[in-house]
Protein backbone atom coordinates (compact mmCIF):
# COMPACT_ATOMS: atom_id res chain seq x y z
CA UNK A 1 0.00 0.00 0.00
CA UNK A 2 1.80 3.32 -0.56
CA UNK A 3 -0.74 5.04 1.08
CA UNK A 4 -1.62 8.01 -1.25
CA UNK A 5 -4.81 9.32 -1.16
CA UNK A 6 -7.58 7.99 -3.67
CA UNK A 7 -9.81 10.05 -5.55
CA UNK A 8 -12.64 9.19 -7.54
CA UNK A 9 -16.28 9.21 -8.45
CA UNK A 10 -18.50 6.09 -8.42
CA UNK A 11 -21.48 6.14 -10.32
CA UNK A 12 -23.91 3.05 -10.54
CA UNK A 13 -27.83 2.24 -10.28
CA UNK A 14 -28.95 1.66 -6.90
CA UNK A 15 -31.44 -1.03 -5.92
CA UNK A 16 -34.87 1.09 -6.54
CA UNK A 17 -33.40 1.89 -10.13
CA UNK A 18 -32.28 5.73 -8.95
CA UNK A 19 -29.01 6.96 -10.13
CA UNK A 20 -26.19 6.66 -7.34
CA UNK A 21 -23.47 9.15 -7.39
CA UNK A 22 -21.02 9.30 -4.91
CA UNK A 23 -18.31 11.81 -4.78
CA UNK A 24 -15.06 10.96 -1.95
CA UNK A 25 -11.72 11.11 -0.41
CA UNK A 26 -10.03 7.91 1.23
CA UNK A 27 -7.00 6.84 2.04
CA UNK A 28 -5.91 2.89 0.69
CA UNK A 29 -9.54 2.68 -0.31
CA UNK A 30 -10.67 -0.59 -2.47
CA UNK A 31 -13.09 -1.53 -4.78
CA UNK A 32 -14.46 -4.61 -5.15
CA UNK A 33 -15.56 -6.05 -8.77
CA UNK A 34 -17.92 -8.33 -8.35
CA UNK A 35 -20.09 -9.75 -4.82
CA UNK A 36 -20.47 -13.70 -4.98
CA UNK A 37 -18.76 -15.84 -2.65
CA UNK A 38 -15.10 -15.45 -3.90
CA UNK A 39 -15.32 -11.95 -3.21
CA UNK A 40 -15.81 -12.99 0.33
CA UNK A 41 -12.33 -14.36 0.27
CA UNK A 42 -10.93 -11.47 -1.41
CA UNK A 43 -12.57 -9.05 0.97
CA UNK A 44 -11.02 -10.90 4.15
CA UNK A 45 -7.72 -10.95 2.60
CA UNK A 46 -7.91 -7.02 1.65
CA UNK A 47 -8.97 -6.25 5.76
CA UNK A 48 -6.24 -8.80 6.55
CA UNK A 49 -3.91 -6.80 4.72
CA UNK A 50 -4.95 -3.29 6.13
CA UNK A 51 -6.71 -2.49 3.64
CA UNK A 52 -10.20 -0.20 3.67
CA UNK A 53 -12.73 -1.90 1.65
CA UNK A 54 -14.99 1.17 0.50
CA UNK A 55 -17.38 -1.02 -1.62
CA UNK A 56 -18.40 -3.88 -4.31
CA UNK A 57 -20.21 -3.55 -7.51
CA UNK A 58 -21.88 -6.94 -9.04
CA UNK A 59 -23.87 -6.72 -12.30
CA UNK A 60 -26.44 -9.20 -10.75
CA UNK A 61 -29.10 -6.71 -9.43
CA UNK A 62 -30.39 -8.96 -7.18
CA UNK A 63 -27.21 -8.31 -4.52
CA UNK A 64 -27.70 -4.35 -4.65
CA UNK A 65 -28.27 -3.46 -1.41
CA UNK A 66 -27.31 -6.75 0.44
CA UNK A 67 -24.02 -5.85 2.10
CA UNK A 68 -21.24 -8.68 1.66
CA UNK A 69 -18.85 -9.24 4.26
CA UNK A 70 -20.49 -6.24 5.50
CA UNK A 71 -19.31 -4.30 2.71
CA UNK A 72 -22.18 -2.21 0.98
CA UNK A 73 -23.16 -3.28 -3.24
CA UNK A 74 -23.90 -0.29 -4.47
CA UNK A 75 -24.40 -1.55 -8.14
CA UNK A 76 -23.59 -2.80 -11.48
CA UNK A 77 -20.17 -2.78 -12.94
CA UNK A 78 -20.12 0.18 -14.91
CA UNK A 79 -19.61 1.90 -11.53
CA UNK A 80 -16.25 0.83 -11.83
CA UNK A 81 -15.67 3.13 -14.86
CA UNK A 82 -15.18 6.31 -12.81
CA UNK A 83 -13.27 5.00 -9.86
CA UNK A 84 -9.57 6.53 -9.17
CA UNK A 85 -8.50 4.49 -6.23
CA UNK A 86 -7.61 0.94 -5.80
CA UNK A 87 -9.50 -1.99 -6.75
CA UNK A 88 -9.39 -5.75 -7.81
CA UNK A 89 -12.01 -8.52 -9.52
CA UNK A 90 -13.44 -10.51 -6.85
CA UNK A 91 -14.59 -12.71 -9.44
CA UNK A 92 -13.32 -16.77 -9.35
CA UNK A 93 -14.14 -17.20 -13.46
CA UNK A 94 -11.61 -17.16 -15.31
CA UNK A 95 -13.36 -15.89 -18.45
CA UNK A 96 -15.12 -13.17 -16.57
CA UNK A 97 -12.08 -12.02 -14.86
CA UNK A 98 -10.49 -11.64 -18.04
CA UNK A 99 -12.76 -9.56 -19.90
CA UNK A 100 -13.45 -6.98 -16.43
CA UNK A 101 -9.55 -6.59 -16.36
CA UNK A 102 -9.80 -5.61 -20.55
CA UNK A 103 -13.21 -3.91 -20.03
CA UNK A 104 -11.89 -0.99 -17.15
CA UNK A 105 -8.31 0.44 -16.84
CA UNK A 106 -8.06 0.39 -13.50
CA UNK A 107 -5.45 0.80 -10.27
CA UNK A 108 -5.48 -2.84 -9.54
CA UNK A 109 -4.31 -4.24 -6.55
CA UNK A 110 -2.34 -6.82 -5.16
CA UNK A 111 -3.66 -8.99 -2.31
CA UNK A 112 -1.40 -11.14 -0.21
CA UNK A 113 -2.76 -12.82 3.02
CA UNK A 114 -0.85 -12.20 6.25
CA UNK A 115 -0.44 -16.44 6.08
CA UNK A 116 0.30 -16.76 3.20
CA UNK A 117 4.38 -17.20 1.79
CA UNK A 118 6.01 -15.60 -1.12
CA UNK A 119 9.94 -15.71 -1.45
CA UNK A 120 11.18 -12.38 -1.82
CA UNK A 121 12.52 -13.61 -4.99
CA UNK A 122 9.09 -14.77 -6.47
CA UNK A 123 6.77 -12.27 -8.48
CA UNK A 124 3.22 -11.23 -8.58
CA UNK A 125 1.43 -9.47 -10.57
CA UNK A 126 -0.87 -6.88 -10.41
CA UNK A 127 -4.37 -7.63 -9.58
CA UNK A 128 -3.64 -11.20 -7.97
CA UNK A 129 -4.60 -12.92 -4.76
CA UNK A 130 -2.57 -15.18 -2.74
CA UNK A 131 -4.94 -16.46 -0.14
CA UNK A 132 -4.46 -17.75 3.33
CA UNK A 133 -2.14 -20.19 3.86
CA UNK A 134 -0.60 -19.83 -0.09
CA UNK A 135 2.52 -20.62 -0.57
CA UNK A 136 4.74 -19.26 -3.47
CA UNK A 137 8.16 -20.65 -3.81
CA UNK A 138 11.58 -18.80 -5.20
CA UNK A 139 11.82 -17.60 -8.35
CA UNK A 140 8.28 -18.56 -9.51
CA UNK A 141 6.39 -15.76 -11.66
CA UNK A 142 2.74 -15.15 -11.14
CA UNK A 143 0.82 -13.03 -13.76
CA UNK A 144 -2.41 -10.79 -13.23
CA UNK A 145 -5.50 -11.12 -12.11
CA UNK A 146 -4.33 -14.73 -10.92
CA UNK A 147 -5.92 -16.37 -7.76
CA UNK A 148 -4.21 -18.68 -6.13
CA UNK A 149 -6.69 -19.83 -3.34
CA UNK A 150 -6.60 -21.26 0.35
CA UNK A 151 -3.67 -23.02 0.68
CA UNK A 152 -2.55 -23.94 -2.58
CA UNK A 153 1.56 -24.09 -3.32
CA UNK A 154 3.38 -23.10 -5.92
CA UNK A 155 7.15 -24.14 -5.95
CA UNK A 156 10.40 -22.89 -7.39
CA UNK A 157 10.60 -21.63 -10.75
CA UNK A 158 7.19 -22.40 -11.79
CA UNK A 159 5.21 -20.01 -14.39
CA UNK A 160 1.62 -18.81 -13.75
CA UNK A 161 0.20 -16.86 -16.63
CA UNK A 162 -2.53 -13.99 -16.30
CA UNK A 163 -6.01 -14.97 -15.34
CA UNK A 164 -4.79 -18.10 -14.54
CA UNK A 165 -7.20 -20.01 -10.90
CA UNK A 166 -4.80 -22.50 -8.47
CA UNK A 167 -7.66 -23.68 -6.66
CA UNK A 168 -7.62 -24.67 -2.71
CA UNK A 169 -5.34 -27.44 -2.15
CA UNK A 170 -3.90 -27.73 -5.29
CA UNK A 171 0.17 -28.29 -5.44
CA UNK A 172 2.36 -27.31 -8.54
CA UNK A 173 5.56 -28.92 -8.24
CA UNK A 174 8.89 -27.40 -9.37
CA UNK A 175 9.28 -26.13 -13.02
CA UNK A 176 5.30 -26.02 -13.87
CA UNK A 177 4.14 -23.32 -15.99
CA UNK A 178 0.66 -23.24 -16.19
CA UNK A 179 -0.75 -20.81 -19.60
CA UNK A 180 -3.08 -17.98 -19.20
CA UNK A 181 -6.63 -18.72 -18.38
CA UNK A 182 -6.01 -22.33 -17.05
CA UNK A 183 -7.81 -23.92 -13.55
CA UNK A 184 -6.00 -26.06 -11.46
CA UNK A 185 -9.03 -27.18 -9.63
CA UNK A 186 -9.13 -28.30 -5.63
CA UNK A 187 -6.25 -30.59 -4.90
CA UNK A 188 -4.96 -31.47 -8.09
CA UNK A 189 -1.10 -32.09 -8.39
CA UNK A 190 1.16 -31.17 -11.16
CA UNK A 191 5.08 -33.00 -11.39
CA UNK A 192 7.65 -31.16 -12.08
CA UNK A 193 8.48 -29.26 -15.54
CA UNK A 194 4.58 -30.24 -16.71
CA UNK A 195 2.96 -27.41 -18.99
CA UNK A 196 -0.64 -26.76 -18.67
CA UNK A 197 -2.02 -25.03 -21.83
CA UNK A 198 -4.38 -21.75 -22.12
CA UNK A 199 -7.65 -22.17 -20.67
CA UNK A 200 -7.24 -25.89 -19.63
CA UNK A 201 -9.18 -27.47 -17.01
CA UNK A 202 -7.68 -29.67 -14.44
CA UNK A 203 -9.99 -31.51 -12.86
CA UNK A 204 -10.43 -31.91 -8.75
CA UNK A 205 -7.58 -34.01 -7.29
CA UNK A 206 -6.35 -35.00 -10.80
CA UNK A 207 -2.83 -36.02 -10.80
CA UNK A 208 -0.64 -34.40 -13.82
CA UNK A 209 1.95 -36.68 -15.19
CA UNK A 210 2.39 -35.05 -18.64
CA UNK A 211 1.53 -32.09 -20.80
CA UNK A 212 -1.78 -30.87 -21.47
CA UNK A 213 -2.52 -29.19 -24.35
CA UNK A 214 -4.84 -25.88 -24.72
CA UNK A 215 -8.22 -25.62 -23.94
CA UNK A 216 -8.22 -29.19 -22.92
CA UNK A 217 -10.22 -31.01 -19.74
CA UNK A 218 -8.22 -33.49 -17.60
CA UNK A 219 -9.28 -35.50 -15.10
CA UNK A 220 -8.31 -38.56 -12.88
CA UNK A 221 -4.90 -40.54 -11.87
CA UNK A 222 -3.02 -40.38 -14.00
CA UNK A 223 -4.93 -37.17 -15.77
CA UNK A 224 -6.49 -38.26 -19.35
CA UNK A 225 -8.14 -35.91 -21.41
CA UNK A 226 -11.87 -36.01 -21.90
CA UNK A 227 -13.04 -33.15 -23.52
CA UNK A 228 -12.24 -29.68 -25.17
CA UNK A 229 -13.09 -26.85 -23.97
CA UNK A 230 -15.93 -24.79 -25.80
Given at each position: L???AARGHL???A???AAL?????????LLVLGAGGHAKVVIDTARAQGWSVYAAVDDNPNLWGHPIEGVPVLGSLEAAAG?????????GNNRTRYAVSQRYALRWATLIHPTAWVSPSAEIGEGTLVAAGGVVQPAARIGRHAILNT???IDHDCV???????APGARLAGGVQVDEGALVGIGAVVLPNIRIGAWSVVG?????????PPRTVVVGVPARPIREVA
Open positions: DGAGARCNDRRAFVMEDAWQGWAIIGIACSVGDWVHIAGAVVTREV
